[in-house]
Each structure stands twice: as structure tokens, then as C-alpha cells.
């Protein structure tokens, strides 16, 4: 991926600049970026450890069409996948290396969405007794859909929102408007909600992470056990939850998705392929 940023760099082929303010200057971006998004497509395909897993055929053509007739709304970009696929990991490295090539991005998780379970949480004493009882944290029903879908909508239109925040320490709190996100030119939203069916379709870009169960359950377990001070049976239960919990409410967003990638793919490699898709759009003469 290097060489191909080199070239790209040290080209003396390169085209004009487009005025992204008419419409001939964004037809004319779109087509370069179909271009070159097939030699990523390429590149990654002869890697002993492709990044891609699985590609929706018709995603660059929606997506570019978007640009060209719709070219000031904001560009969100959803992430989901099971639990400890690497979502977080290469949603925050997305956020790091975008930040370092000073473009505009927002991020929002979808798990600060949870419905506030606090009075249902003190009545069966705490959170696992809750789960131990059959409550289904990770249902749809359980998320604020409508309020998710509503945010979204105004981030991209440019407008600031206060999100909501969920408590992470067990008690089942959710503060109400929150967590200031700022409307940047790019929008991040990380979590399994992303692509339940009441919100998926705002999104530009969807993408799902997939890890082997395996790997998984090792990154939960050792997450559960050493960051959250887990006992090993208790960790297990929770295992065994979002297992079943993912394979129904999780994995169908999978045939939604424009990208599926690999959960355990080289960090590195994927900061070069934005690198390089930052390179090609904006390395005009």
C-alpha cells in the first residue's frame, strides 16, 4: 500500500483540481474515486491478509452518486459487529489517523443509547441478577431507536447534538443530553445498534466488523476478567449471552453492510489504506 501512495505522490499525471461547487466537478471526482477505490479493491485482494472480507457491488456507485447530488450533507460512517470484534479498536484508530491528517470527524457509540434500567436493576439487586432473570439488554426494544434516529438525522444536516450517556458501572443510568457531538464533515457512530433496522439507513457508509468466535471470546474474557474485575463463572455468563444475543440481533445487520472487514486485521495496514484514500482525494494539481 506504501508504493501505492508513493506513486500516487511522485505522479506528474495528475489531474486538475475539480470544482467541487458544480455538479461537472463532483461527476468528475465520483468517477476518479470508482477509479481508485478498484485499486484498493486490487491491492487488498493480493494480500496475504486482506482487510476486506466481503463488498457490496453496488456500494461506490451509491455512494458517489450521494456526493454529486447531495454534496453538503455530512458523511456518516457506521461500524458494528459483535461484541470484542474490533469495532472500538478500529473505530478509534479510524478517529486517530483521520484526526492526524486534519480532517474534521466526529464519534458517537450507539451504546450510549441504552434505555435507563436503573429502577429495574435496583429491584433484582444488580446487573447480572437482571441478565440471570432474562432480560434482553441487547434487544432493539432496549435502545432509545427513535432518539438515535432522530441525532443522526440532524448531525447530517450539519446540526450539533447532546447525546445521551449511559453509565458503564452497573447501575443502569442514562443522563439525558449528555455528550456534546459536534456536526463535523465526517461522523463515526460505533456500536450494535448501528445497524438495527430502524437506523441503518441514514448511514453513507456501513461497515461491519467479523472476528472468528474464538478470537472473541478471548479478547471478552481477558477484557471482562482484567479491566472489569469479572470472576471467571460470571464472565462466562455474560460470554454466553451476547453470543446468543449477537447471532440474533447482531449478525443480520452483516447483509446490510457496504464493507464487511476482518475484525483482526494489521492496524498498520489499515492506517495505510486511509492514508491512501486521503491522498487520492486531495492530490490534484
Not at 491478509?49 to 447530488?69: G, H, S, V
Not at 471470546?217 to 481477558?222: E, G
Not at 464472565?235 to 447482531?250: R, S, T
Amino acid at each position: 500500500m506504501q508504493l501505492l501512495i508513493d506513486k500516487e505522490l511522485n505522479s506528474n499525471d495528475k489531474i486538475l483540481k475539480p470544482d467541487f461547487n458544480s455538479r461537472t466537478g463532483r461527476e468528475l471526482l465520483a468517477f476518479y474515486l470508482q477509479t481508485k477505490f478498484k485499486q484498493i479493491i486490487a491491492y487488498d485482494k493480493r494480500c496475504e491478509a486482506p482487510i476486506f472480507k466481503e463488498i457490496n457491488p453496488f456500494f461506490i456507485q451509491r455512494f458517489t452518486k450521494r456526493l454529486i447530488t447531495n454534496p453538503h450533507k455530512r458523511i456518516l460512517i457506521g461500524i458494528t459487529g459483535e461484541s470484542a470484534s474490533g469495532k472500538s479498536t478500529i473505530c478509534r484508530e479510524l478517529k486517530n489517523l483521520i484526526e492526524q491528517l486534519a480532517m474534521p470527524v466526529s464519534v458517537l457509540s450507539t451504546d450510549n443509547y441504552f434505555n435507563d434500567i436503573s429502577e429495574l436493576i435496583k429491584k433484582y439487586g444488580n446487573f447480572d441478577n437482571l441478565r440471570d432473570n432474562g432480560y434482553d439488554i441487547d434487544s432493539p426494544a432496549n435502545f432509545q431507536l427513535d432518539l438515535l434516529r432522530k441525532d443522526l438525522l440532524k448531525l447530517s444536516e450539519g446540526y450539533n447534538i447532546k447525546a445521551p450517556r449511559y453509565v458503564p458501572n452497573g447501575t443502569g443510568v442514562s443522563i439525558p443530553e449528555s455528550i456534546v457531538v459536534s456536526s463535523d464533515k465526517l461522523i463515526v457512530v460505533e456500536g450494535i445498534a448501528t445497524m438495527y433496522k430502524e437506523v441503518q439507513d441514514v448511514f453513507d457508509l456501513k461497515i461491519y466488523i467479523e472476528t472468528t468466535d474464538e478470537i472473541r471470546r478471548k479478547r471478552f474474557m481477558k477484557r471482562a476478567i482484567e479491566e472489569r474485575n469479572q470472576n471467571e463463572e460470571n464472565a462466562q455468563k455474560q460470554w454466553d449471552y451476547i453470543l446468543e444475543a449477537g447471532i440474533k440481533y447482531v449478525q443480520p445487520g452483516r447483509c446490510s453492510a457496504d464493507f464487511v472487514l476482518d475484525g483482526n486485521v494489521n492496524l498498520k495496514y489499515f492506517d495505510k489504506i486511509l492514508e491512501y484514500i486521503h491522498t487520492i482525494t486531495n492530490n490534484f494539481q
